[in-house]
């Protein structure tokens, strides 16, 4: 295991990313904004969801489906704060699980 990357045990500084490519069908439409907002709403961290230049909240429904994020999109999820890691682990959930469309 490689040391920390910001070089402090401080955990409320922490900030991790992961990048997905969307498989479900339809991509992120109602449905599955929904379910990423619910999720991300369950913890402190600050969840930014990105794809190319777009930058939008994950704890925002409306933020995401502005994203036009279609099938075979690939986005950036960046969880900030105390909790980043439980939020990531759970948001990769539902990547994997393709928002539980399939």
Partial sequence: MSPAAHGSADESSARLAREYVIQNRYGIHARPAALLVKTASKFQAEVTVEKGAVKVSGKSIMGLMTMEASCGAK???????????????????????????E
Avoid: H, M, P, S
């Fill in 75 to 101: 986005v950036r999820i960046v969880a900030e704060g105390a909790d980043a890691q439980q939020a990531l682990d759970e948001i990769e959930r539902l990547f994997q699980n393709k928002f539980y469309e």
